[in-house]
């Protein structure tokens, strides 16, 4: 391609101007800089708040809609476990029974009775209702470990959003800085008559530019620092974001681990449906008195035992919808761990090609850089026009943002690897 050279070379009769650009030279080589020369700082590199991850996650959970249901959850085991040492199986009962003659005989006949009903446990349906208690408290425990995971989940992905809207946000106001620098020298040159008129209008539509790019790119970490406070009620991010690649197991994820007591508490419900299905026996103990109307009272204490016939055509209805409860949870326990499997395999997956973009990016960088400080020279040597070196700028401009980003991005992985294996900051 041949190259664009300026209209003022660097003959004899014009040594003024090409000493002129040559005066330009620092100034100009200082205005289209990298934005890497300024380093812009990455997500674990934001000023000091005295707060960790963790200490942020805890404070979100807090505040998280659900996390009222944690006390709900522990009430109903505290519940089922009072219940389970109760002496009776079910709701007592008083019963009170008069009867007298005044619209029949009519001779004074008068009889009172009054009964307490106890339902009783049956064989190996207290201990059925205990093992549901207990699975019910495991599973109050890791409903608050889900639950937490779940928020630091929202609190990472919500961080680490912000941290990368703000790197675009600080690098497109460096590329705004240098494109109005880049303009102010360009200026100059027109002024001494060293550059033609239309290379300030290409500097001054670069400027432009770069200034939409950086209202955009603010906008987009505004919106992003508003859903971050929502979520945390914190004005800003915590100390450190990047993690360290956990090295656990899958079986030990909470999300699995709520999933198995689930599946466990649908089993525990089903042996205590299975007990108490067919009625429990009902133990009466009451009294009665009895007036003949003659002046003769007898007065008296009764015991009394029903005992349930227990049909299996009753009790089949709710042990199969037992039944069927335990089925959705064993499959929905089978189904998370596939799941979580996948899941962990694709974040496996998007550290290694993190990594492996990061290196790209890396060298893409280190290319465009030299190709850049090349293209300056050439510039201000009147070897080639400003379109030359915009287009250079602008390709230098993208391998930088692109190594910058790419390594939020591939400690953004890790956090996310970390996240389906269960494993809170």
Not at 138 to 167: C, K, M
């Amino acid at each position: 391609m041949q190259r664009i050279r300026t209209r003022f070379p660097k003959p004899q009769g014009c040594a003024m101007h090409y000493f002129s650009r040559l005066i330009l030279l620092p100034a100009l080589l200082l205005a289209t800089a990298l934005p890497a020369s300024a380093a812009p700082p990455t997500a674990g590199e934001t000023a000091s708040t005295g707060v960790d991850l963790a200490s942020v996650v805890d404070t979100a959970l807090q505040r998280h809609p659900a996390y009222q249901t944690l006390a709900a959850a522990d009430d109903e085991a505290n519940a089922l476990d009072r219940r389970a040492r109760s002496l009776v199986s079910d709701q007592p009962s008083l019963s009170l029974h008069l009867q007298d003659d005044r619209l029949a005989s009519d001779t004074g006949f008068r009889e009172w009775e009054a009964g307490v009903d106890m339902p009783l446990w049956r064989p190996g349906q207290r201990r059925a209702a205990r093992d549901l208690g207990d699975s019910a408290r495991d599973e109050a425990v890791l409903r608050h470990r889900t639950l937490s995971l779940q928020v630091a989940g929202e609190v990472r992905e919500a961080a680490w959003t912000l941290a990368i809207a703000r790197n675009r946000a600080r690098l497109a106001e460096q590329e705004l800085a240098t494109a109005r620098e880049l303009e102010g020298q360009v200026q100059t040159l027109l002024e001494r008559g060293d550059v033609p008129r239309t290379d300030l209008l290409m500097a001054r539509e670069e400027t432009l530019q770069r200034e939409a790019a950086f209202h955009a790119a603010h906008t987009e970490a505004h919106h992003a620092l508003v859903a971050w406070q929502a979520l945390t009620g914190m004005a800003d991010l915590p100390d450190r974001l990047a993690e360290t690649r956990a090295t656990g197991e899958l079986q030990a994820s909470p999300l699995l681990a709520e999933a198995q007591a689930l599946a466990a508490r649908a089993l525990a419900e089903q042996a205590l449906v299975r007990e108490q299905a067919g009625g429990a026996p009902v133990l009466t103990v009451g009294g009665r008195s009895e007036d003949d109307g003659f002046g003769q009272t007898r007065d008296s204490l009764g015991v009394g035992l029903s005992i349930p016939l227990g049909l299996k055509s009753h009790r089949g209805p709710a042990e199969a919808a037992a039944a069927r409860q335990l089925a959705a949870a064993q499959a929905e326990r089978d189904r998370q761990h596939r799941q979580l499997s996948l899941a962990v395999a694709e974040a496996e997956e998007a550290i290694t090609m993190s990594t492996q973009t990061l290196a790209i990016a890396r060298a893409r960088h280190e290319l465009a850089a030299e190709n850049l400080s090349l293209a300056r020279k050439a510039y201000t040597l009147g070897e080639t026009g400003l379109s030359d070196l915009l287009r250079v700028q602008t390709r230098a401009f993208t391998a930088e943002r692109d190594a910058v980003l790419r390594e939020l991005e591939r400690d953004r992985a890790i956090a996310r690897y970390n996240q389906a294996l269960g494993v809170a900051p």
